[in-house]
Structure formats: C-alpha cells, structure tokens
C-alpha cells in the first residue's frame, strides 16, 4: 500500500532523470546506507563484520566488475580471478615502494593497473565472440596467476612468496593488515563499495552503459547505429577489470591480509561468475544478491546440519555444495536467468497492487 | 645479443646435442597431447551436432572413469563394468537432453554454455559423492613397462602404456570415422551439422540426434577416461587438466575431427619442448599451466577458425 508509482508526479527533468525516481526506493537506499555505515559497526559481531560482511562486499565488487563486462556487454571472462590478482599484487607492489601514497590512492591505482591488463586481454575481443572468448581470458587467468607466481618482483622477493599486507592507515585508523581494527577496516571496504556501485548504477544509465547494452543485445545493428565495437568493448575490459583489481586488492589486503595467489585461481573466476548468474546479469542490485548467496550457501550448509542435530563429514558438504552449485546455475539459467534481482523486481510489482491484483 | 642468443639460437642447439632427450620429450608431448585430443574429440562431437560447446566434457571424462572404476571395485568384471558405464553416459546424455537443453532450446549459445557450467559442477559433485574423492589406480591389464628403442644416434626410453593409448586413439578415431560415414545414424548427425532445418525436412528426429550425440561424446569420454586414469590414476584433477582440450579446440577447430587431433598434438607436443627447452632453463618452469592458452589466444588474432575449422568465426 505503502509502495506506490502512481501520483508521483515530477515537475523537472532532473526529477525524472534521478537515480531513484520513486521517493520510497530512495529513502530506503539512503536509510540502508546510513545503517550499513552507522548500524552495523554498533550492533554487528567482530564475526559478522570480518568474516561475512567484509569478504561478501568485496566479492560484490568484483561481482559488479564482471557484471559490467558479462551482463552489460556480453562477454563471457572465466579470468576474474586473474585480474583481482592483478589488482592484489600491484596494490601491495604500490604501496610498498611509494609508501607516502595513501591507502586510498593506492588501492584505485592498482585497479589502473588492472585495467591496463584487462585491455591487454580483451584485444581479442574485437575478433572474436562468445566462448572463443571465454579461452582467451582463461589464458589471462593461467599467464597472470604464473606471471605472479613466477616473477619475485611483484612481492618484491620475498622469500616464501606470500607476503603480510603492510600495515597502512586512513585518519589515523589502520585498515590494512591483520592488526587493523574490526570497525575500520569494514568502515574501509564499505567506502569503495557505496563509490563503485553508485558509479556503476550511473555508468550502467549512461551513454557508456547503453552502448554496452546496444552491443551485448546485437552488435551488427549497434554498429549500425553508429557505436563503435572498439572503444565500446575495451572500456567495458577496462572498467570491468579495475573493478576487479578493486576486489582484489581489498581482498588481499584487508580480508586475508597477505599477497597469495591461491586466493585468486580459477575457482574464483568461477564462484564470481556464478555470483553474477544467481544474481542477474545486467544488474547492479543483482552483484550484491548474487554475492551474498553465493559466499553465504557454504556457510548455512556447513552449520545447517547442526541445527538440526545432525553432523556430516565435511567432505559431504563440498561434494553437497558442488551439486548445489551446478543445480542453481542451471535452474536460474532456466526459470530466472535475470536472477534474484529479478525476484525482487517481482516481489516490488506484486506489492504495487497489493492487496487488489487484477 | 645474449639473452637473444638463449632465446633464438640455444634450445635449438641443445637438441642437436642431444637427439635422444629431444625424442623423449617428443614422445611424452604426443602421448599427453592423444589425452587432449580425445577430450577435444567428444567437445567437437557435440559442438558440431548441436553447435554447442560443452564445457563439461572433461567432467565427462572424469564421471565416466570413476563410474568404471568404482563399478571394478566392488568386483564387477571390466567389460561389464565397461557396458554398464556407458548405459551410464547414455542415461546422463538423456537426462542432460530432457532437463537441461530441451528447456534453454533457442537460447543463446552463451546461456547454454553457462549451463554445461553448471553440470560440470554438478558432476563433479555427484561423482565424488557417489564414488569418493581418492586417486584410483586403473587396472585394466594395458601392459605398463618401460621399453626402450635403440635409434641411430642412441637409446630411448618409451613406456607401453603410451603407445597403448595412442594406438587406442587411432583405433577409437578410426571406428567413429566409419561410424559418421557409413552408418544411418553417422549420416544423419553429420546432416543435422550440416544444417539443423534441412536435417528436419528430410526426417531426421533432431531431438533423439542430441541424445545419441551426447552418448557418443560420452564414450569417447569413457575411453579417455579409462587410458587417462591408468596413466595417473583417476582423480579429480584430471578435470583442469581437461580444461586444456579448449586451446586444442582452438587451434584445430571447433568444427573438425581431425582438427580436434592434430591441435591436441600440437599443443602436447609444443607444451613438453617449450617447457623443457624454454621454460625450464629461461622462465622458471611451470609454463605448462599457459603455453597452450596463449597459442590459442595468439591464433585467435591470426586464424581464428583454427588450422582445419571450415567456417570462419562471426567477426565482430
């Protein structure tokens, strides 16, 4: 009753051109925001906020990252995890030899980095389509991951190759590295995130944003209309991948607090991927839900059996979670391949005619 | 100029040195590269027949050795083992047809290919809890001995189990050429890849083509499987290694059988002498894991419908 679009009349064009036209979705996103923000350093558990609110945000970036490339602009990337890579061996890189940079400098300029490489790797994209495509970035995963690996300056030769996140601060509060307060460090990561999806939601309505859409939907007809491919395809590489570079290193440097690139192989790629499906392809809401779902599932299923009184080897659970996986990618791919946020969509017009349905 | 010189000019003059260690190397390239081959053959099956590209087919390849192994250890003779295992893969052909494909139908080949994602996973989750997650040795009496060969200019050493495998290869490719050729069946997939409409107008049931496709795919899977778990046992690690039947595709084609061969030879081969006369004393080692993909990526410039593909990829 409450949600209504009718009689909301707008009197100027910004009005109507805002982010949120409908007052109730824009006080609710600002009332979420300022909860995140304020609410939860109050209220949450040092658990809740480090081991499930900081790594899902961080995963929503990345998610968002892939979403901009995969659901706006249609190419497929199995290398996510390649360039979050990027994004974590560059920003400790950074921030090591330029130590007078601030954290908040560091972070943006590793995700540069990460875009420049993210170009590098969508040349083919000019060529080619489809999962032709899909091999070229398993070959950024693959090349970058040894690259890392093999190449003792990027964790400047260190010797066991996994270096400790350096320590670093903003107004005074560590945010990096393991001894980085709980409060400080989400506060951190918290930041990024608000920035990078508000600019995603604005990219996605631009005029960069439709000619992604314009190619993903057809490419011949969007030349036609005069999008170039070129410049189109290689900003969403390059946008997509410093958001991933983003992920990554907040991912290294403030959730598992050093530089190592198991964090970063193909099974991350993967997880990101299937994130970006649960949630929705084409759909900033849908990163954050996909996020959350993917990362959460293993933890309710790991706990869920001993609610209820049960216990199951820990092996069972993977190989549960495994199918789980592969039965929800297919099953939103059939019935809901725009996601859950989608869902939600549904959930809002429902409530619009509620309680008196045609 | 040195750092040239290493680069341009020494492999080459260490395997004029040392022609012995140069064939070695060759050999073990070609026989890991009839592995790719076999993967990259059930891919091109489906991929030709359906046009789509089924990321699952090293899953395949693992679910079907382990069904077949698990099947011998609980004391079921192999060549019932062998029969009731590819009843298996036909019944998954069937069911991936009705649940999966049959409801994305006219979808892109995006979504599909996402989709076969998800029955990778779900494969992978299956297999494990169905059979367990340990390496399985294969004992299915290919002879395992080191043989070794006196050439010209040395001795060599060949392990049986290679040349097994790579005479199976020629075997299984031979049967799956008459197949294609000379039986109703053979005819009728080629003529749905040919065209899927005029497949339909001259009555050909296109539904119960994919699932035989699918069966098909899936006992070249079988075979795969069985040779690839003698040689390392079957484990679950056989599926990324899989992952390299994709560069194979590339570079021979998605649309060709002898393409997915040739390309699987090229990159087992290329992979063993980069990584022995390249990577080991210049890079550090471990260039495997990329060599192929970046052949791949670097003929997707130049060729992109491969050395053998007969239609040229959409260009964007």
């Not at chain 1, 790594?55 to 390649?82: D, M």
């Not at chain 1, 009184?309 to 199918?323: K, L, N, P, Q, R």
């Amino acid at each position: 009753m409450l949600y209504r679009e009718a009689g909301q009349f707008k009197t100027s064009y910004s009005a109507d051109q805002a982010m949120l036209t409908i007052p109730l979705d824009r006080w609710f996103v600002f009332a979420l925001t300022a909860f995140a923000v304020i609410g939860v350093p109050l209220l949450a558990s040092e658990y809740l906020m480090v081991s499930i609110l900081v790594p899902v945000l961080i995963l929503s970036i990345a998610a968002l990252g892939l979403n901009i490339l995969t659901g706006y602009c249609g190419q497929l990337s199995l290398g996510t995890g390649a360039f979050m890579a990027a994004g974590a061996y560059l920003a400790y890189k950074i921030a090591t030899n330029i130590t007078w940079l601030p954290i908040w400098v560091v972070i943006p300029l590793a995700g540069l980095c990460a875009a420049a490489i993210g170009i590098a790797f969508g040349l083919p994209s000019l060529r080619i389509k489809g999962f032709y495509l899909a091999v070229a970035t398993l070959a950024a995963q693959f090349f970058l991951l040894w690259l890392f690996v093999k190449v003792p300056w990027f964790v400047n030769d260190s010797i066991s190759g996994v270096p400790p996140a350096p320590p670093r601060s903003v107004f005074g509060f560590q945010v990096t590295g393991a001894a980085a307060g709980n409060e400080a460090k989400y506060l951190f990561v918290l930041a990024f995130v608000i920035a990078l999806a508000w600019i995603a939601r604005n990219l996605a309505r631009s005029r960069i944003g439709r000619s992604w859409m314009a190619i993903r939907d057809m490419d011949i007809a969007a030349e036609l209309v005069g999008i170039r491919p070129l410049p189109t395809k290689l900003s969403a590489f390059a946008i997509s991948s410093f958001y991933c570079g983003v992920a990554g290193a907040l991912w290294a440097l403030c959730y598992i607090n050093s530089v190592e690139p198991t964090a970063f192989d193909i099974n991350r790629s993967f997880q990101v991927l299937f994130m970006v499906i649960v949630g929705g392809l084409g759909s900033v809401l849908g990163s954050f839900l996909g996020a959350a779902f993917i990362f959460l599932l293993p933890i309710f299923l790991n706990s869920a059996p001993g609610w209820i009184g049960y216990s199951v080897a820990s092996d069972t659970i993977t190989h549960i979670e495994f199918m789980l996986f592969g039965v929800l990618i297919i099953f939103f791919l059939i019935v809901e391949p725009h996601g859950l946020a989608r869902l939600w969509q549904i959930a809002k017009e429902k409530l619009r005619l509620w309680p008196f349905p045609y | 100029m040195e750092t040239l010189y290493l680069i341009l000019i020494d492999p080459f003059v260490q395997m004029v040195d040392e022609p012995s260690f140069l064939v070695e190397v060759l050999i073990g390239g070609l026989t890991s590269g009839v592995m790719y081959s076999l993967v990259a053959l059930g891919f091109v099956l489906i991929f030709k027949a359906s046009g789509i590209f089924n990321f699952a087919q090293g899953i395949f390849v693992l679910f079907a050795a382990l069904n077949f192994v698990g099947l011998m250890d609980l004391g079921v003779h192999p060549i019932l083992a062998f029969v009731i295992t590819i009843g298996i893969m036909t019944a998954l052909a069937f069911a991936v047809d009705r649940l999966v494909l049959r409801p994305l139908v006219n979808q892109d080949p995006i979504i599909l290919f996402m989709a076969t994602i998800g029955i990778a996973f779900f494969l992978e989750g299956f297999g494990e809890t169905l059979w367990g997650g340990d390496v399985r040795p294969v004992q299915v009496g290919i002879p395992d001995a080191a043989l070794f060969w006196e050439l010209g200019f040395g001795e060599i050493l060949v392990q049986s189990a290679d040349l097994f495998a790579g005479v199976i290869a020629a075997f299984l490719v031979t049967v799956l050429a008459l197949f294609f050729h000379f039986t109703p069946v053979g005819r009728a997939l080629r003529a749905v890849a040919d065209d899927h409409q005029a497949a339909l107008s001259v009555g050909i049931p296109l539904n119960n083509i994919w699932v035989i496709v699918w069966a098909v795919a899936g006992f070249v899977a079988l075979a795969a499987g069985i040779m690839w778990g003698a040689k390392l046992g079957v484990q679950f690690a056989l599926s990324t290694i899989a992952l390299k039947a994709l560069p194979v595709l590339i570079l021979g084609g998605f649309t060709s059988i002898p393409g997915a061969i040739v390309g699987g030879l090229i990159v087992g081969a290329g992979e063993k002498l980069f990584e022995n006369f390249w990577g080991v004393p210049l890079l550090g080692g471990a260039t495997e894991d990329w060599f192929a993909y970046i052949v791949a990526m670097i003929f997707l410039f130049f060729r992109p419908q491969g050395l053998f593909g007969e239609k040229i990829i959409e260009r964007v």
